[in-house]
């Protein structure tokens, strides 16, 4: 099937591309900050729905995220500047960490002004975080150093030409 | 459309596409998209792309009107 003539010249393509990619991370944040609302916002009574009333914004969210993450590995991308070592997977899973225990802290101090139980729920919740994202990094850099590898492999009829 | 004057000339040189590719300072899949027409490089590259393979840009990627028309 023939394709249809693009409407756009190259550098009006290049501008849809950068607003299609804002518009994604827009999309992710602002999922991310209605799911954390939600958490925060619902009241007492409502709270054993809370599940239910967050299922949409879960389920796009998480879609989203596997999909960014699975089409960057398939294709060996990691990052623009980071490295997919261990130090770095450390550090951004202590960022997590740390993300998940100020929330955490705040969270549970303003729910239950208790701030020996917020702390102590919150140094929880940030090692399980850490150890999580941690395990997720190292597989998903495995994965993508692998990949990285199997798209440099020099095609056969290449070498065959030399 | 298939860029085979690079192809060519990468050959020419014997050089392989690993080679290509570290020379002009991009990935192995680049340089295999670039020549397989499935990528348009930018001029930038393009210009990396022709020192590394000793040419100029017309002895790579310029093509006559009558050929692009045809490939087309």
């Known amino acids: 099937m023939?394709?249809?003539?693009?409407?756009?010249?190259?550098?009006?393509?290049?501008?849809?591309?950068?607003?299609?990619?804002?518009?994604?991370?827009?999309?992710f944040w602002g999922l991310l900050a209605?799911?954390?609302?939600?958490?925060?916002?619902?009241?007492?009574?409502?709270?054993?729905?809370?599940?239910?009333?967050?299922?949409?914004?879960?389920i796009v969210f998480m879609v989203l995220s596997l999909y960014l993450g699975f089409?960057?590995?398939?294709?060996?991308?990691?990052?623009?500047k980071l490295k997919p070592n261990a130090k770095t997977n450390l550090l951004a899973s202590l960022l997590a960490g740390g993300a998940v225990a100020v929330f955490q802290v705040l969270?549970?101090?303003?729910?239950?002004?208790?701030?020996?139980?917020?702390?102590g729920v919150a140094g929880?919740?940030?090692?399980?975080?850490?150890?999580?994202?941690?395990?997720?990094?190292?597989?998903?850099?495995?994965?993508?150093?692998k990949q990285q590898e199997k798209l440099e492999e020099e095609p056969k009829d290449s070498a065959e030409e030399q | 459309m298939r860029n085979l004057k690079?192809?060519?000339?990468?050959i020419e040189l014997e050089m392989s596409q690993t080679e290509l590719a570290r020379r002009a300072g991009v990935t192995r899949q680049t340089i295999g998209m670039i020549e397989a027409g499935e990528f348009?490089?930018?001029?930038?590259?393009?210009?990396a792309i022709c020192r590394a393979l000793e040419c100029t840009l017309n002895d790579?990627?310029?093509?006559?009107?009558?050929?692009?028309?045809?490939?087309?």
């Open chain 1, 2 to 27: 023939k394709q249809k003539k693009s409407n756009l010249d190259e550098m009006q393509e290049q501008k849809l591309l950068k607003i299609e990619h804002n518009g994604c991370w827009i999309a």
């Open chain 1, 34 to 58: 209605v799911i954390l609302a939600q958490v925060v916002l619902t009241p007492d009574e409502l709270r054993e729905h809370l599940p239910r009333i967050m299922t949409g914004e879960w």
């Open chain 1, 71 to 80: 089409a960057c590995m398939k294709n060996g991308i990691w990052d623009r």
């Open chain 1, 107 to 119: 969270y549970s101090y303003f729910r239950f002004h208790r701030l020996v139980v917020a702390l």
């Open chain 1, 124 to 145: 929880v919740s940030a090692l399980i975080t850490v150890i999580l994202c941690f395990l997720t990094l190292t597989v998903t850099a495995r994965v993508t150093k």
């Open chain 2, 6 to 10: 690079m192809k060519f000339r990468r």
């Open chain 2, 40 to 47: 348009n490089p930018s001029i930038k590259l393009c210009v």
């Open chain 2, 60 to 72: 790579i990627f310029w093509e006559e009107k009558d050929n692009e028309a045809e490939k087309e």
